[in-house]
């Protein structure tokens, strides 16, 4: 498995976790690394980016202020600290990696490598 998310579980709305995305394969420095996800009968949507060369980010508009991306160079991983979380968040949460473009795309067509998801599911 070249990424793996996980940190996904059952949360109350208005809870916290916090995903991670692992690889063995990329130094996530090197790379830009997005957060997608995809909630049942639904396509895939942007969550978060994170820019290889700077730590630079960017958000969807519905989690902005929520949800921070980050990356832990020395243990390499990507990290998603989601906080007050929606039912409406609930959804499969995966990783990808894509070329350390200067601009952070929200394309799915912008990361080349995936990793398998995990699963988030908020309450009411």
Do not use: H, I
């Amino acid at each position: 498995v070249q990424l793996q998310a996980s940190g996904g579980g059952l949360v109350q709305a208005g809870g916290s976790l916090r995903l991670s995305c692992a690889s063995s394969k990329f130094t996530f420095s090197n790379y830009n690394t997005a957060w997608f996800r995809q909630a049942p009968g639904k396509g895939r949507e942007f969550v978060a980016a994170v820019r290889g060369s700077d730590d630079g980010t960017t958000y969807a508009e519905s989690v902005k202020g929520r949800f921070t991306a980050s990356r832990d160079n020395a243990k390499n991983t990507v990290l998603l600290q989601m906080n007050n979380l929606k039912p409406e968040d609930t959804a499969v949460y995966c990783c990808a990696v894509g070329p350390p473009l200067s601009t952070l795309r929200v394309g799915v067509d912008a990361y080349d490598y995936w990793g398998q998801g995990t699963l988030v599911t908020v309450s009411s």
